[in-house]
C-alpha cells in the first residue's frame, strides 16, 4: 500500500469515526418500531404465551413464563436509542418485585428502576434518560401462584419524557421527581406553597398520580389538569394523614385526555415550611386506587 492510499483510508476512518458518532446521537431520539424489536425470555408457560407477545403491540395477547419467581425477559431493539421510562402492562400474574436493567452490548448491564411493591395492572415508568440497545426485566417475585405475564412493555424515548418545572417554591433536583427512583429527592425552599408543573408533550389518558412522600410532606395536595396549558380544571383534592412521611399518596380523578398537570402543595408538615418529594409516576385508566 502506498503512503498516499494509506493516508486516504486513514482520513476515511477518521471521517467514519467522526460521522458515526453524530448518526447515532440523530437516530437516538426515537425508539424503532415493535416489529424489528427481538424478544427472548428465561421461560414460557406454553406455547401460547411466547416472549414476543410482550412487543407485538396486541393487548390480546402475552407473555407468561413458568410458574417462578425469578424470571426474565430481554428486549433488544436493534440499535443504540435514547430510553426515558418504559410502560409495564401486567396481566394478572404480576411481579410484585422486579427490576429493569438495560445494557449498550447486552453483556454489561446497569440497573434503571427497581420495584419493591407493584400493584399489577400499568407501571408507568420514568428514569433519568440513558442510551442503550438492551432492555432487560427481571422478576424477584411473583404477586399471585401464576407466572409472571405481561401483555405488553412499551419503552419510552426523548419525544415521551415528561418536563416538570416548578413553578413556586423553587429547591434543588427537578430531575429527581420523575427519574423513578425514591432515593433522589427534590426539596422545595422554606416556602408554605409549592406549584408544580408536569408536561405530558402530548395528550394522554391519565387517571391520576402517585406521590412518594420524601419526610417533608404536604399536608394538602390540590391537582388540576388542562390540555392546552390555558383552560385548567380542577380535578381533585386530598389532605394526607398524619405520619405521611415516606409514604405514597395518590391523587385520582376521572379519567380524561390530559397533556398539563398542575399540582400544588400547602399545609407543610414542618413549622419552617418546605417540601421533599422522591417520586412522581402516572397512573393509567385501568388502575385501581388502593395503596
Ligand atoms: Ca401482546
Redesign the pocket.
Known sequence: MTVQKRSVLTFLSVLVLLVLPVQAALSASDIPAKDTWRVTASSIQSDEFKPG???????????SSRPKDKEWARVDLGKVVEITGFTLHWENGYASQYSLLVSIDGREWSTVYENEDSDGQMDDIYIRPISAQYVLLETRKRATGWGNS???LDVKGTSDRVDISVVDGDGDHVSALMDGRKDTVWKSKAVDRAELLLDLRRSRNITGLRIDWDEQYAGSVDMAISLDGKAWKEVSSISLPDGSQGQSSFVPHDASEVRYIRLVLTDPIKAQGGFGIGDISLRGPTEAFTP
Open positions: 407477545y410482550l412487543a407485538d403491540g396486541n393487548m390480546e395477547t402475552r407473555w405481561l401483555w405488553e
